[in-house]
Structure formats: structure tokens, C-alpha cells
């Protein structure tokens, strides 16, 4: 593993598999959900955007139904 970043509270490693490890202070390992805070919060991590649903016009909807009627 190679030290990427040291902050005040926590170091910061990136491992051969391209993923990221975080020690504290106290020198333990930060595990779940606050290690991805402490990613976020250095800018390793991205939030991803949330996908918005295509929207259906009533005019579309309506000749669904109509061809599914007949």
C-alpha cells in the first residue's frame, strides 16, 4: 500500500487493487461508513447523481392503452 494523504486525523492509503484504506490517529483501521465520509471529504469518492425517471407524456399513455384495448 502507498500513503496517498495525511490529515490531522486520519492517513489515507490506496492499495495495489485501486481501492482505498483509512487509518485514524489512534492508528486503527476506519471501517463502513465513516470511511466513506473520510473519502468524500478528501475528494477520492463521488457521489453519483441520482438518475431521474424518463417522464411518459399523457399522449403516449394513452395509445398504450388504446392499442391494448382492441
Known amino acids: 500500500m502507498k500513503k496517498l494523504k495525511t490529515t490531522t486525523d486520519h492517513s489515507i492509503y490506496e492499495k495495489r487493487s ?3 484504506a483509512v487509518k485514524d490517529k489512534r492508528k486503527r483501521w476506519v471501517q463502513g461508513d465513516d470511511k466513506v465520509a473520510v473519502l468524500r471529504a478528501e475528494g477520492l469518492l463521488k457521489t453519483p447523481e441520482p438518475k431521474t425517471a424518463p417522464a411518459e407524456t399523457e399522449a403516449d399513455a394513452s395509445e398504450g ?6
Open 18 to 20: 485501486g481501492r482505498y
Open 65 to 70: 392503452a388504446e392499442t391494448a384495448a382492441d
